[in-house]
Structure formats: structure tokens, C-alpha cells
């Protein structure tokens, strides 16, 4: 194996092993809890032994040396530790991770095993239950958990099982939200080691960049959010398939296969959604093959059969809750977002007009709107304004400023950079359609499916909920890449600039409060007297319980008792606060 063919399969190696790694403690955890077992040091023991063993095994069959190997995982090894310290340091400040994402890890981390009972029941039963005091004539505490728990009991569970295992290991909370930036490390090697094959290094190297880090994770890396995270893994599911459906290499042959199985697995699992989006890509793949088996031999069984262990596993098992749990609970695979009882998410999150518009008006409206963050609760008689693309205004830098921006959530110039690569990928295939056929071929898969989504699901204006739409951009660049076209270079890096300038606005407004909410996180534990377990908080809502976390991860040595209350104590000095309506703990 020449030394060219050998970085690219490190590349490789290194997404295998991060993917794996991520998926082990998933499928460990989920297993375990089926059987009633709970999460302990030992699940991310073991899921770190499996990684290691798996990458090792598949280095081999690219034709690695013991010695290369193991550098490859080792390094591998060291993206995950590093990843780990720099999360740990950054606190989520956010609506969603503080209401019911680092709840349902905490109550993971600590016992909850959600096939055997609610998150409402663990709450309520165990030690860690936080149950509302009087104590020296403080105001007596509001009613709490009124929609406490619901999401925690009735989502999809893997990041959050992944987190626990995390937590477990570091028993710092923040460091579970690292998934969001390994799996960014792991789509760019992934992407790196195969256009690596076909185009030069710098090309490959821009390109996976451009893949990687999308306008969607950026705002969300410190954060549990899991949009970003989810169109990472939806990419790295194109990836597989691609390779199943067109690759003849045999030296690939179970590692594709092996992709598709992890990626899926885990994907179906982030957000209902995932099985939506997996379900639509796999189904187009597999009828392409079908179609055209005569011609192209691609083998149709061995998919056919990994796609069916898929399913079962990763709904069957890792997705047991929610997808079986919630039909024999509550009726509906999908609830809270369906069945008798839903919860409605989107009417007060939608901007008025939405809610009225049909699919895919919506969607339009907001690619082609200035950035704006507003919906129908917040400001109901307000509208979208359509602007010329690459136009950009003051106000819509300021509405960067946020991990969910609601209209035109892909960046202030998205809308012309979606346009031009719009442009590109049509005079593209007309120009490849005969020299490069793969390409052009897996491209209509690809395009064919999103369009289907994008007339389907009608929430798609919302950038988080189609999370992978700005890969259109790095993917034209690919397809300019096969023409003949003289001015293909400068295209390619003229959008190459103007793709990571959006990007990288939403992180010069988003890297300050970073930097300060790290400042924040320093433990502050001389503030709490040696002698003293009781800490009294109030929270800006009565929902938001993730900041019970971080002050119980501060005081690790302590068995701390918490007690609500509504106003500081008299007399008593502040242990730890916690930024704006998250709350703050006396």
C-alpha cells in the first residue's frame, strides 16, 4: 500500500473509531437496560475495549501494520480526551439543555433506567429527588413539574445515552455535550479519507471542512442540543450508502455495511425525525439498486440484510424507549409530537404566517427571508421580509446571536450561496452525465429524497429541522470538481470563502458568551463553608433543573441537600449562580 492510500485509510480508521466508540456506549447502555441493568463505569469500559477492538480489526483488513494501527486509534484516542477536557470547561446555558437534556442525563448518570419506568417516577423516587422546603420563613415554592419529565420519558435517548456514560466517567455534566464535536471530527475524516482518493489534498481538505462544520452545530457544539448532531449523522449516512450502493472495493466490503449499521443505528435514535430521514435515504438507495442490479451487479442482499438487523436493533433495542415503550404506554411511537394527547411544539414556536401557509411556502419564505429569530408567542403580527440574496442588514448579524434562529436559521447569505450551488449541480450533471455516471447517479438519489422531505414535512423552514440543507454547498463544489469547466477553480474558491464566512458569523457572535459562559463554569467551592450541605436555589422557570447539576458536579465531595425557594436567604452567601432564567443557588 503506497503512503498516499494509507493517510487516507488512517482518515478512516480515526471516523471509524470515534463512530464506534460513540455507538458502543449507546448499544452497551441500551442493552443493558433491557435486561434492567444500570449505567455504570463499566458500560463505557467496555465500549472503549469494543472501539478499540473494532478499528483494529478493520485497519488490519485495510492492510495496517500493528504498529499503524494502534498510532491511528491512539490518536483517535487523544481527539476524544481532548474533546472531553475542552467541554467540560463550557457550561449549556440553553433553553432546551437546562428544561429536559441534562435532566434526563443526570437522571441516567445516577440510575434511571427509562424501560423499566417514567423519568417522573425515577424523580420522585429517588435520592436525588429536589422537593420543595420551607425553611427559615422563605416564601413558600411554587408548584412544580406541571409538564416536568414528559420529554425525557417519551424522546429518542441515544445522545443522551452517550452523555451519561460520559458523565459517569468524568462526573462533570458539560463533558456529555462533546458528542457534538467528535462526531463533527468524525464526518471530516470520513469525507477527508474517500475524496481524498479522487481529488487533492487541499481540495478534499476544504471540502470536508465545509461538511463538517455547519451553520446549524456551530451555535449548538457547547450545547445538548442535538439538530447540529443529527445532520452530521445524516451525512455520514449519505456516505454509507454511497458506498454501498457504488463502491466495488472489496477491501470495504464489511466496512460499509458496518457504517451504514452504527450510523443508522445511532441516527434513528437522536430525534424521531432520524427514522424519518434514515427511512427515506435508505429506501431510495436500496430501490436504485433493485432497478439496476441487472447492470450494475451491485450485490442487493447484503444491504437488504443490514438494513433489516438495522431496524431491529435500533428500534427493537437501543430505541426500545421510546418507539415500542411509547405504543403499549401511551399509543403512539411518536409522543409526545403525535398520537391522542400531543403536545403541540410548533404553533408558538411558528411565526404566524407559517402556520397558515402550505407546504413548502414556509420553507421558501424563510430560505429566501432575512435571518431573523422571531415566532407567533414572541411577536405574533410580525412577518417575514424577504430580501435580495447575499444582501445583509445590521439586525440580522445580531439574530446569529442563538442556537436555534427560527427564519432564514442557515446563515445571512445562505439564501444566494443556495442559489448559486443550486445553479452549479444542474449545469454539473448535464456536463457528467455520461463521463461520470456515479457521481451523477448518487447525486439524483440524494436530491430526489431531500426534495421529498423538504414537500413532506412542512416544518423544514426551520433550519435545526433539516439540519444537512447546507451541504448543498460543499456537495456542488464536488460535482463542479468532474467538469471541464475553465473557471471551475475559481468558483470553487470564491464559494469556498463566502460558505465559511457564513459560517463563521455565527461564530464571532456566538464566541463571546462562549468565552464567558466558560469563565462562569470555575467550581466555586470555597464559597460553600466546609460544614455546609444545604443549598438553597430559585429557578428563572420552574422547568429548568439542569443548573442543580453543575452546582452537585462543584460540590462532588459533599452530600449536598437543595432547597427551593424563592428569594436568597437571609445571611446566606451565594455558592454558585447560574446565568439568567436558568436561575442561581444560594
Not at 480508521?13 to 443493558?32: C, E, G, K, P, Q
Not at 445590521?394 to 448559486?420: M, Q, T
Request: hydrophobic share 45%; proline share 4%; glycine share 4%.
Amino acid at each position: 500500500m503506497n503512503k498516499h492510500n494509507q493517510s487516507n485509510d488512517m482518515l478512516l480508521i480515526i471516523a471509524i473509531a470515534i463512530l464506534s466508540f460513540i455507538f458502543f456506549n449507546v448499544a452497551i447502555t441500551s442493552t443493558l437496560f433491557l435486561i434492567g441493568i444500570k449505567i455504570t463505569l463499566f458500560n463505557i469500559i467496555f465500549a472503549t475495549i469494543a472501539s478499540f477492538l473494532l478499528s483494529y480489526y478493520f485497519g488490519q483488513r485495510l492492510g495496517f501494520s500493528c504498529k499503524k494501527s494502534l498510532v491511528t486509534i491512539a490518536i483517535a484516542v487523544i481527539i476524544i480526551i481532548i474533546n472531553f477536557a475542552i467541554h467540560t470547561q463550557i457550561p449549556d446555558f440553553t433553553w432546551d439543555g437546562n428544561w429536559y437534556h441534562k435532566a434526563a442525563v443526570g437522571m441516567m448518570k445516577d440510575g434511571w433506567n427509562p424501560t423499566r419506568q417514567t423519568a417522573r417516577e425515577f424523580y420522585n423516587s429517588s435520592e436525588i429527588s429536589i422537593r420543595p422546603e420551607n425553611h427559615n420563613s422563605t416564601h413558600i415554592p411554587r408548584q412544580l413539574h406541571l409538564v416536568k419529565n414528559v420529554y425525557e420519558t417519551y424522546y429518542p435517548k441515544a445522545p443522551w445515552m452517550f452523555a451519561a456514560n460520559v458523565y459517569k466517567l468524568t462526573k462533570k455534566i458539560e463533558s456529555g455535550h462533546a458528542i457534538n464535536s467528535l462526531s463533527s471530527i468524525m464526518l471530516f475524516c470520513l469525507i477527508c479519507s474517500f475524496l481524498l482518493r479522487t481529488h487533492k489534498k487541499i481540495f478534499a481538505i476544504l471540502i470536508s471542512l465545509l461538511f463538517a462544520i455547519s451553520p446549524i452545530l456551530i451555535p449548538q457544539t457547547f450545547t445538548f442540543y442535538n439538530d447540529g448532531l443529527q445532520g452530521t449523522f445524516v451525512l455520514a449516512m449519505m456516505t454509507s450508502l454511497a458506498l454501498i450502493a457504488f463502491s466495488k472495493d472489496q477491501r470495504y466490503s464489511i466496512i460499509k455495511y458496518s457504517l451504514f449499521f452504527m450510523i443508522a443505528s445511532f441516527l434513528i435514535n437522536i430525534k424521531f425525525t432520524g427514522l424519518v430521514f434514515t427511512g427515506f435515504y435508505a429506501l431510495t438507495f436500496f430501490t436504485y439498486m433493485l432497478i439496476t442490479y441487472k447492470k450494475t451487479k451491485q450485490p442487493v442482499m447484503p444491504f437488504f440484510i443490514t438494513g433489516v438487523i438495522t431496524v431491529f436493533f435500533a428500534i427493537g433495542i437501543v430505541g426500545f424507549s421510546p418507539y415500542i415503550k411509547n405504543v403499549f404506554d401511551v399509543g403512539h411511537p411518536f409522543y409526545p409530537v403525535a398520537g391522542r394527547n400531543k403536545i403541540d411544539i410548533m404553533t408558538q414556536n411558528s411565526p404566524t404566517e407559517f402556520m397558515q401557509d402550505p407546504t413548502p411556502i414556509p420553507f421558501l419564505k424563510s430560505l429566501f427571508s432575512k435571518t431573523e429569530n422571531f415566532s407567533s408567542s414572541s411577536s405574533p403580527n410580525k412577518r417575514t421580509t424577504l430580501k435580495i440574496p447575499f444582501s445583509v442588514s445590521p439586525d440580522e448579524l445580531e439574530s446569529l446571536r442563538g442556537v436555534d434562529v427560527r427564519v432564514a436559521g442557515n446563515g445571512v447569505i445562505f439564501s444566494g450561496l443556495f442559489l448559486v450551488a443550486l445553479v452549479i449541480i444542474v449545469i454539473s450533471l448535464r456536463a457528467i452525465k455520461k463521463s461520470h455516471i456515479t457521481v451523477f447517479r448518487c447525486t439524483i438519489l440524494i436530491a430526489i429524497s431531500t426534495l421529498l422531505l423538504i414537500l413532506i414535512i412542512k416544518e423544514t423552514w426551520w433550519a435545526r429541522y433539516i439540519p444537512f440543507l447546507y451541504a448543498i454547498v460543499p456537495a456542488s463544489l464536488i460535482l463542479i470538481s468532474y467538469t471541464n469547466f475553465k473557471l471551475s477553480s475559481a468558483i470553487t474558491y470564491a464559494l469556498f470563502i463566502l460558505a465559511m464566512v457564513n459560517t463563521s458569523l455565527f461564530i464571532i457572535y456566538n464566541l463571546p458568551s462562549t468565552l464567558q459562559e466558560a469563565s462562569l463554569s470555575n467550581c466555586k467551592s470555597d464559597l460553600l463553608p466546609h460544614n455546609q450541605n444545604i443549598v438553597y436555589f430559585n429557578l428563572g422557570l420552574d422547568v429548568f433543573y439542569g443548573g442543580i447539576y453543575n452546582i452537585t458536579d462543584c460540590h462532588s465531595s459533599k452530600k449536598l441537600k437543595l432547597i427551593q425557594v424563592e428569594k436568597q436567604p437571609t445571611g446566606s452567601k451565594a455558592a454558585h449562580v447560574v446565568k439568567g432564567f436558568i436561575g442561581a443557588f444560594y
